[in-house]
């Protein structure tokens, strides 16, 4: 694992393409006009939403999970029930 805490990659490598996915998906749902490459054009306050909404939905999915008595695996390897 690395030891960078780069904000701008994913933990996980193999969810990235989902990730940019699901950034999309929520972009357009919210209505901001996400382009591929460079947005700089758009508020930092769209942005942030497209952001801020992705770490909502995910959390809300993964308490769905826990709720349901899934499993949970933790970052030190062992599992959260």
């Known amino acids: 694992m690395s030891n960078t805490n ?14 940019n996915r699901f950034k999309y998906e929520v972009a357009n749902e919210l209505g901001v ?5 460079y947005n ?3 508020t930092s306050k769209q942005n942030g939403s497209v952001g801020g909404y992705m770490v909502k939905k995910m959390i ?3 308490e769905r999970q ?15 029930l």
């Open 6 to 19: 780069s904000s701008n990659s994913a933990a996980v490598p193999e969810a990235k393409s989902a990730l």
């Open 33 to 37: 006009p996400l382009t591929d490459g």
């Open 40 to 42: 700089g054009n758009l």
């Open 60 to 62: 809300e999915a993964q």
């Open 66 to 80: 826990m709720s349901s008595g899934g499993s949970t695996p933790m970052s030190n390897g062992s599992t959260q």
